[in-house]
């Protein structure tokens, strides 16, 4: 990891895991919703919102603010999210 995107705290290396932490949510949710047997189209009917924002989130395609990631959790999943801060 070093040699390919530099130390921690390094700009290169920040944006890096910054981006891999997003990818991570897509694939969460993605996971998440085929473990539920729902399909894209379902889960945005269930939290208010549209297949190809559901894709885009999944895809990694698109930021997400919190407030629609808990909607989607809550309203679409029936759970509640629950946010770590690592020091």
Do not use: P, W
């Amino acid at each position: 990891m070093d040699l390919q995107y530099g130390k921690k705290g390094t700009k290169t290396r920040d944006q890096y895991e910054e981006g891999f932490e997003s990818f991570k949510l897509g694939v969460m949710l993605q996971e998440l919703r085929k473990e539920s047997g729902m399909t894209q189209e379902q889960l945005a009917e269930k939290c208010g919102t549209t297949k190809t924002y559901i894709s885009r989130i999944e895809n990694d395609a698109s930021d997400i603010r919190l407030s629609t990631l808990m909607r989607i959790i809550s309203e679409g999943f029936g759970k509640h999210l629950r946010l770590n801060i690592e020091l």
